[in-house]
């Protein structure tokens, strides 16, 4: 069991930036894959980034890629997500996901742990 807890979130101007936390705890293991994903009103939850934590593989969808960046500290239980160049469409819930796999995993399906969600609400 893991529990993942978001943080971070907030109301920014296009263009502006924040960076979310993800604190995880419980008995948590190195080799789980992270994963952000976000839900905008209406929605399906989306994949956003991806990081090992073997190595520092990362993975982002089309739409965030070059303005977004994971990040991870192992030793904190922490992943990050820096997120520049905001856009009012970035606005949705993000949560932050743990899969026990050692492959890459990029779909809601295939994530076992998930946080309950922070707020990013990008005004124009």
């Known amino acids: 069991q893991v529990q993942l807890v978001e943080s971070g979130g907030g109301l920014v101007q296009a263009g502006g930036s924040l960076r979310l936390s993800c604190a995880a705890s419980?008995?948590?293991?190195?080799?789980?894959?992270m994963g952000w994903f976000r839900q905008a009103p209406g929605k399906e939850r989306e994949f956003v980034a991806a990081?090992?934590?073997?190595?520092?593989?990362?993975y982002y969808a089309d739409s965030v890629k070059g303005r977004f960046t994971i990040a991870r500290d192992n030793a904190k239980n922490t992943v990050y997500l820096q997120m520049n160049s905001l856009k009012p469409e970035d606005t949705a819930v993000y949560y932050c996901?743990?899969?026990?796999?050692?492959?890459?995993?990029?779909?809601?399906?295939?994530?076992?742990?998930w946080g309950q969600g922070t707020q990013v609400t990008v005004s124009s």
């Open positions: 996901a743990a899969a026990r796999s050692p492959l890459p995993v990029l779909t809601r399906a295939g994530y076992d742990y």
């Open positions: 419980g008995r948590t293991f190195s080799n789980y894959h």
């Open positions: 990081i090992s934590w073997r190595a520092d593989n990362t």
